[in-house]
């Protein structure tokens, strides 16, 4: 089944904690991204890679890093986590950043909460 | 810079009736993309139904269509015959060219169906 998955599904931690988001996804797809949801702002993009070895910043890039070593795989790293953080957070990937044309798939969401 | 914005934080339908979502947009660029998505419970994001501004035709998908308003920025979602599953926050979403594959994302509007 093509899909992308996201580990942990739930996560409570504390401040100062590094904790890592793993974002795996089974379609040989290009392009994935980061985003997080938070109540009355939506969806907003944290990171995206358009290839391996390539990244660059979305709109909310603060506290955050990622990697792309493998086309499959695109982990989001908190290296300090603040209560500032506390979101739900997607993955998403598709074939290319073209994404009006190519649907992005989105992972089923990871609940993180920092105390 | 380019924004979403959905005004209506909840909307109630009955089962069966008619309920359309509003969504506007600001945008400076003439060819663009715009989308609705679902989020159920579930959490998982569905992509319901994709517009391409060039297009002046509306699109439309069973039971969901769009009133695509280019002048007005305007991009509503109508779901016609409610459904208990159609229950969901419907989020409506603009594709930005070449700034990393980004979907801006709307605030969400929570619908909730009447049995």
């Not at chain 1, 909310?60 to 990622?66: A, H, I, L, S």
């Not at chain 1, 792309?68 to 990937?93: H, V």
């Amino acid at each position: 089944e093509a899909q992308v998955t996201q580990n942990p599904r739930y996560l409570i931690t504390v401040t100062g904690k590094k904790l890592t988001v793993t974002c795996s996804q089974n379609m040989n797809h290009e392009y994935m991204s980061w985003y997080r949801q938070d109540p009355g702002l939506g969806l907003r993009q944290i990171y995206y890679s358009m290839n391996v070895e390539v990244t660059d910043k979305g709109d909310v890039p603060e506290g955050y890093k990622v990697s792309r070593k493998e086309k499959r795989n695109f982990p989001l790293i908190l290296e300090s986590p603040s209560p500032n953080q506390t979101s739900l957070y997607f993955c998403a990937s598709s074939l290319s950043s073209e994404v009006y044309y190519n649907e992005q798939f989105f992972g089923p969401g990871t609940r993180l909460t920092v105390l | 810079a380019q924004t979403v914005t959905q005004s209506q934080p909840e909307m109630s339908v009955q089962e069966a009736e008619t309920v359309t979502l509003s969504c506007t947009y600001d945008t400076s660029e003439s060819d663009y993309y715009l989308f609705w998505y679902k989020q159920p419970p579930s959490r998982q994001m569905i992509l319901v139904i994709r517009q391409e501004a060039y297009k002046q035709q509306n699109a439309t998908e069973n039971r969901f269509s769009v009133n695509f308003q280019k002048a007005a920025k305007s991009f509503s979602l109508k779901i016609s015959d409610s459904q208990l599953g159609d229950a969901a926050m419907y989020f409506c979403a603009y594709y930005v060219y070449n700034q990393g594959g980004k979907l801006i994302f709307g605030q969400g509007t929570e619908l909730s169906v009447k049995p």
